[in-house]
Nanobody, 122 residues
């Protein structure tokens, strides 16, 4: 398993931006598919975005398309999530995820980070 540590969450107003980062253990970072999920209070954990290691292909949940951007920094062994035009409904704990398989749902994930809270006020 790969070790994942998220950072960058916080409390912001609607319309603002935040950048989340996920620090990883470097030896296996390059060969893992990476992703972001989120879980709001009382709701199931849901897919946000994923980036495949083999071809760099990216997928987003419809709810964040055009507002969020996922990227990875190989020099720093980090996965990033740039979140723009934040809405109150984006409020959730955001989790970094890694897998040897293509990530489309929680069942595809091998390793989880501890999560970072994002709160968007109206």
């Amino acid at each position: 398993q790969v070790q994942l540590v998220e950072s960058g969450g916080g409390l912001v107003q609607a319309g603002s931006s935040l950048r989340l980062s996920c620090a990883t253990s470097g030896r296996t970072f390059r060969r893992y598919n990476m992703g972001w999920f989120r879980q709001a209070p009382g709701k199931e954990r849901e897919f946000v975005a994923t980036l495949a290691w083999i071809d760099g292909s990216i997928d987003y949940a419809d709810s964040v398309k055009g507002r969020f951007g996922i990227s990875r920094d190989y020099a720093k062994n980090t996965l990033n999530l740039q979140m723009n035009s934040l809405k109150p409904e984006d409020t959730a704990v955001y989790y970094c995820a890694a897998s040897a398989r293509r990530i489309l749902s929680t069942s595809d994930v091998d390793s989880w980070g501890q999560g970072t809270q994002v709160t968007v006020s109206s």
